[in-house]
């Protein structure tokens, strides 16, 4: 059964069944927004979200980024989708827009945090973006096989008036990765302010 995570809440990456999730999907979804013309029609504009995963270590320096322009970690453990420039037109299409791929197996011994960000790239306001939700999950980009946890990105208070923030982290602890569900908007416009944020207030 899926978690519905809240905001602050840290989870062990347990299945049911007490096996460890040692590969999970944290895909993002999103829509279109609807604008109305003065003539009554209705209009789709495009959204640009990126999802982003950052790896640090335990010092809190940067080791590698994963975005729309790096698509693959340095050892393979982080896969990125592909960059979605449009959201979903034509309302919910139950399909997550951008997915990155964790294999916590590959990550090497001195990765401390897999922190995972989200911004707008062209500066839409995150409380006008229809259904934008996170969700972890076993399986592939293509295939869901088992949802883990899921969470709503905007419906929680504070998101309007920004364009980034900080979804949440996986953390290693006693040899074991934990997640930190943070949900929190930041006060960034671009990605490496939020790379910098994550490691000043979310580490």
């Not at 978690?3 to 829509?31: F, P, Y």
């Not at 009554?40 to 335990?58: F, P, T, W």
């Not at 919910?92 to 989200?118: M, P, Q, R």
Request: proline share 1%.
């Amino acid at each position: 059964m899926a978690i519905s995570l809240q905001k602050g809440q840290r989870i062990s990456l347990e299945k049911n069944n007490g096996d460890k999730l040692k590969t999970v999907c944290v895909g993002v979804n999103w829509g279109a927004i609807e604008k109305k013309s003065w003539l009554g029609g209705i209009s789709q504009e495009a959204v640009d979200l990126d999802a982003s995963c950052v790896l640090y270590d335990n010092s809190k320096n940067v080791i590698d980024v994963v975005y729309f322009g790096n698509l693959k970690s340095k050892e393979g453990a982080i896969k990125h989708s592909g960059d979605d420039l449009t959201g979903d037109m034509g309302g919910d299409d139950g399909l997550d827009n951008e997915v990155i791929t964790v294999d916590f197996t590959k990550l090497k011994d001195n990765v401390g945090y897999v922190s995972f960000v989200l911004n707008s790239f062209r500066g839409h306001d995150f409380a006008a973006i229809p259904f934008a939700t996170i969700r972890i999950y076993e399986g592939t980009p293509t295939r869901v096989n088992d949802v883990f946890a899921t969470y709503d990105i905007v419906r929680g208070a504070g998101f309007a008036g920004h364009v980034s923030m900080v979804l949440g982290v996986f953390y290693k602890k006693n040899s074991e990765w934990k997640f930190n569900a943070i949900g929190e908007p930041t006060k960034d416009k671009k990605l490496e302010q939020t790379i910098t944020t994550v490691a000043l207030n979310y580490l």
